[in-house]
């Protein structure tokens, strides 16, 4: 599992330093120039949705790995490669990079914050150390995000072209760790698998998918934009925040099974994204 791990965050780093290569000052700027859309962003993402996942692991009788899983994915920044698959549904271009980005800089603050105190308000404390969040962000996405960022300033634009080759190799080394992953583990998810669990995962994505598409706005590249940060963050930090609170327990069964129904939910709501669309012509 070290070396699934391994891979999982090699294929992290490349995609962020593709982002970087590729990462228009327009881009960046693009949040701050609308500061209500950033504060609206930055509360759905790290105030809302959290409140949601702990309202749903204090409210339904679940397994602990349940309950962790969903708090920890919710205060997880988004994964990186999520930019490309928000544009690719209909998204906002810019909006999602610079989403992305100013999330991988601000959740170095943002994220120790709430692994602390969203932990005291559980059954049992977080024990892992925020520090270790703050590393993992900068090993995993803004080191590699700002290299990439200075190898196009140095290179200028042309060096653009190289971002492409980069990301597919990094998202075919991603596909087999993930592979790997679920052939190890589908046993297990299983038999993990429970009636309330399923509810409960469902209706923390459906929350995760409405808040952001509701506080996204009127505008529907937006909205769309929004919704998937809200639902689909890096699995590496709430993986790192269960084994290091809970260790004994095999909490990447619930964060995979979780991850599962966030991909049956989101074909749902583009499905339903794109009947609004229809509806509006």
Known sequence: MNIIALAFNLSMMATVFAYGLRARSDDLNYLFRRPRLLFVSLLAMFVVVPTAALLLAMTLDLPLGAKV????LAISPTSPLLPKQERESG??????????????????????GLVVFLGRLMSKP????????????????????????IVRKLLGVGVEQASEPIMRIANIVMLVALVVVLAITLPKVWSFVSVMVVLAFTLYNLAAFAIGDLLGGTQPDHAIVLAFSCANRHPAIPLTIAAASYPGQNFAVAIILCLIVNGIVAKLYLSWRRQQVVALK
């Not at 899983?69 to 920890?72: D, E, G, L």
């Open 69 to 72: 899983a969903m708090v920890a």
């Open 91 to 112: 998204g906002h271009g810019s909006y999602a990079v610079g989403l992305s980005v100013t999330v991988v800089l601000l959740s170095q603050l943002i994220t120790p």
């Open 126 to 149: 977080f024990a892992l150390d925020p520090l270790a969040v703050v590393e993992l962000m900068l090993v995993v996405a803004l080191l590699p995000l700002i290299a990439g960022m």
